[in-house]
Nanobody
Framework: QVQLVESGGGLVQAGGSLRLSCAAS????????MGWFRQAPGKEREFVAT????????GYKDSVKGRFTISRDNAKNTVYLQMNSLKPEDTAVYYC?????????????????WGQGTQVTVSS
């Protein structure tokens, strides 16, 4: 079956960096656009970043542009989210998601598979 397993979360001070990874199995990874979403306590799950199945096209939530970078390695079936200059408002559970399409989207309903999430906590 399809599995998406996130890792790399943790506790970091404001201004610090983390690199999240999402390892995929059970699917033809290069056929899927990938996305990163996050959910803070008491809030809706929100879009963070997306990357096309080839890796050529990317998109970001406005508040993370210039700080976060999404990338993928199709040979390793893995998508990454490099997060720099972290802020307390970035604190959330981060989820990766897979969409059987060329391009990713910003809405959760358009994704086919989800990981279990990894906690990111940014202290002030």
């Amino acid at each position: 079956q399809v599995q998406l397993v996130e890792s790399g979360g943790g506790l970091v001070q404001a201004g610090g960096s983390l690199r999240l990874s999402c390892a995929a199995s059970g699917l033809t990874f290069s056929s899927y656009a990938m996305g990163w979403f996050r959910q803070a306590p008491g809030k809706e799950r929100e879009f963070v970043a997306t990357i096309s199945k080839s890796g050529v096209s990317t998109g970001y939530k406005d508040s993370v542009k210039g700080r976060f970078t999404i990338s993928r390695d199709n040979a390793k079936n893995t998508v990454y989210l490099q997060m720099n200059s972290l802020k307390p408002e970035d604190t959330a559970v981060y989820y990766c998601a897979a969409r059987r399409a060329t391009l990713g989207r910003t809405t959760t309903e358009l994704y086919d598979y989800w990981g279990q999430g990894t906690q990111v906590t940014v202290s002030s």
